[in-house]
């Protein structure tokens, strides 16, 4: 096949072999993370080739060497999977969904968005994302009597790499930069910005990065805090835990931001007994998703890691039915529906009681497991699917928010 130009600023690309939508949603949402030249890639509609959107004055020959491999490796992916359904569940409420629920928010004055994919907010969405973290926290106490806990945002790339971060997502990643010690160095940072217009960020050379990152998954520190221990059949711990990922181009309102809220539950034990915590696990969701009245399903899923892992991690992923995930619809500006991702149920098997030295009492490593809820896309999910009509919301929530 050969490559077709289209305008100077397009390249389109033959794909190696053709792709699924959902292997296409990936090539399109990691194309941010091939090339500073690169626009974005969209996939055509046949599956079978692509338009790589370039920025102006980009080299093109440099970037169709690097979007061809990129394609190569993404396109591979094993595909087709049956996905299998574990719970459904259909909302009460027959309203419409609200369009760009994002901005009605930010219109409220309930939310304010810096740009960059930090968010603040107060009132009836601060309310929401407390109710929705706490009421999962009761549940998982009382049915699972998972211990409260509190971690630090800053996690150590040592921790990272042991958590196979590196090699499964090493373009979400944010390393923690600080002005070397040095008098004159830190003299000249402070010296150009005492009387600069913007801040002036210190010259590279003048930084150093020293291996602190900010967390970019909710139960990565909680496994160093067991290590040496030896568990009898097993025990949960449940938190908010802040989670950061670089996400790029992509970040968009609450759906896709870089700092963003985690309840995360973690199970640790036998394999007997984190499957069960899984099956458990999923009941809460399910009274969760009740609770709100929403539109869901929680189904199998695999996670987009970064291209040249991409192939087989998933296939092991997916074969083994180790990643549900907790699909919400929303609708989008144009008043579309699309599906957000607001949860994943995780089981790990002794990957991490075997880095992090956890034991079982029969002597074998410790089995894991985590589910992870994403507050800022079940606030997001309960805004679009009950509008601002405080009516049209459950009762026992609108008490607690409104
Ligand atoms: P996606 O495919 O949308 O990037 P993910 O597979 O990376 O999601 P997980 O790693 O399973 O997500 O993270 C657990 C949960 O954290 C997700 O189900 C989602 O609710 C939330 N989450 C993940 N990334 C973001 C983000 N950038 N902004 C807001 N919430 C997020
Ligand atoms: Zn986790
Ligand atoms: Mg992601």
Partial sequence: MSNI?????????PLPTSVDADVAADIEKESVFVSPHVERIFVEPDGRSVRVVLKERAPTEEVRDKATRYLDVMARQVSGFDTKVFLENKRQDKGPYLADANLRLVEQGWLHDYGKGQ????GPVLKLAGLISDKAGELYAATLGAKDG???ALVDAEILHKCGYFDSHPNAVTFVGNVIEDFDAIEAFRQANSCSEGALLPQPDHVH??????NPAACFPCYPTMTGRTLQTGECHSWLGRVFRYESRNISGL?????????ELVFVGTDEFTRECRGKALK???ELIAFFDLDAVVQTATDPFFATVSAAKKFWQQAQEVKNEILIPVAKQDGSRKVLACGSINLHGNFFGTKFDISCDDG???????????????VLACFSQHSLDPKRWPAAV?????
């Fill in 119 to 122: 968010v603040a907010y107060s």
């Fill in 284 to 286: 809460i969701v399910n």
């Fill in 5 to 13: 130009e289209v305008a100077s600023t397009d390249i389109v690309l």
């Fill in 398 to 402: 609108r008490e607690q928010i409104f």
């Fill in 150 to 152: 509190q971690f630090p």
């Fill in 364 to 378: 074998e490593p410790a089995h894991t497991g985590c589910v992870g809820l994403g507050i800022e896309r079940w």
């Fill in 209 to 214: 990065v020293d291996g602190m990152c900010l």
């Fill in 255 to 263: 759906d896709r931001l870089y700092e963003f809220n985690v309840r």
